[in-house]
């Protein structure tokens, strides 16, 4: 039977059966989650197999140290893919140790020695797998070794070779190195090494509910993170602003041993425990019909009780001349990619007034999806088009929209990053960013993220005892990451109020849709007075409006 179950046998096996779940679409999960179950069992029987019979395969067949890596890449690449599937962070975990397996054994050394382009490329790709797997991980340190090892084997390759995509891999080197350095702020240590921050929820992450709080017993289930902004630093089809998204709507990873059930193997006729995360669905540059065809599925499988939440970084699509009406079509959106050449600039504006733009996502494209809870995220020089929703199934409705503009001297930070998205994921990071400030001791950061903590627990209170404030605001702060995202969003944009240069119009404040009860929320007394303090403990009290309440 081992003679039967020889390398080339095997490895025809595993083509086969691989190809399939890299082929199948996101969603529908009942579709693919067999397939990736099948294909885990393939590659664990290819694995252990090379294991037992590694002297036959190496004296009779010749196995050379690179095709183990190969299997190993691919378990690896498996497992980052059922991440992307199933939003389980403990599976990035399990692709880093296959990665990190296959560098430190060497698997790949002996590529380099034979006269073959398309095994280095092999190499090349693992690379910048691994490099993804380790930024979602916030392993900086091994990115920064990972990179330089990639540009000494990029270099090697383009001496050796005359190929034609030595281009393509030196703007990957490029890509990386902006998304490296892309946080406006560092935070060192007392001998200047960078301090690794993570902004995924932890326990003390999110305020917690007290008592008296009356709020909704809704469950973010699905989110759609779509990214297409021009221009903005971005690696691997995921941008900077996707990146923060994403971050702010996972918990701190687990050990994947932990966990009970292998990958894939659940049966249908079990209850699936409780997820950690919501599912998302991560959409770089999507065309129009790519946006709803997910949005469609991911509405179809919301469970009951659960939301939806839509989360798009796009440039703004601008309506041409003046509509005799004021409908959800009337006010433009944000921008859909296409096959024709997008123009520079970050307003899209449209030729024939007598049409809407096509290759935009309006508002009233999303009014079907109002049937079951939903929270949108608007991050955009047009987000204020969204501002004019009208919640007509009488569910859950809440739009977070960012400033339309920004003050000149932030303006040209725009490619590291929307500055509305990163007080989402890194509230302190763009407190510090919008003080002046670029770096800060790490004994300094922590009391400041302390303190935000308390201010976090105080905007939970203002925002459960207001007496106006719109129901849909309770019903989704019962939620962790919700109940997070919004006191952030309240936090921003008190911040912004107070901050000189923003109060110059208001178009750099965040709005959102129903309007908050801004004495008791954004503009509060209190909320103004614990900002103030922050900024005191940092010195940076000089850029804050102190009679702020006077102004209006």
Known sequence: MGRKMDGSNGRACLQKSVMEPWD???YGQKQWQSYFGRTFDVYTKLWKFQQQHRQVLDNRYGLKRWQIGEIASKIGQLYYHYYLRTSETSYLNEAFSFYSAIRQRSYYSQV?????????????RYYARFIVVCLLLNKMDVVKDLVKELSDEIEDYTHRFNTEDQVEWNLVLQEVAAFIEADPVM??????TIVITSNRLSETGAPLLEQGMIVGQLALADALIIGNCNNQVKFSELTIDMFRMLQALEREPMNLASQMNKPGMQESTEKPARRENPHKYLLYKPTFSQLYTFLAASFKELPANSVLLIYLSATGVFPSGRS???????????????NRDVINGDAIHKRNQSYKEMHCLHPGDLYPF????????????NSVAY??????????LVCLLSPTAYPKALQDQSQRGSLFTLFLNNPLMAFLFVSGLSSMRRGLWEKCQ???????????QLLTHSRSIDQSFLQFFGDEFLRLLLTRFIFCSATMRMHKIFRQETRNYPESYPQLPRDETVENPHLQKHILELASILDVRNVFMENTLDDY
């Open 24 to 26: 199948l679409p996101q």
């Open 112 to 124: 380099n020695k034979e006269d073959r382009p398309e095994l280095v490329v092999k190499k090349l």
């Open 187 to 192: 935070v060192l240590n007392d001998d200047n």
């Open 324 to 338: 005799d009406s004021e409908g959800p079509y009337d006010f433009g959106g944000v921008l859909t990619n296409s």
């Open 370 to 381: 109002t049937r079951k809870p939903l929270f949108i995220i608007v991050d955009s020089s």
């Open 387 to 396: 501002k004019n929703f009208t919640n007509l199934f009488g569910q859950p």
């Open 450 to 460: 302390d303190y935000l903590r308390k201010i976090n627990r105080d905007i939970a």
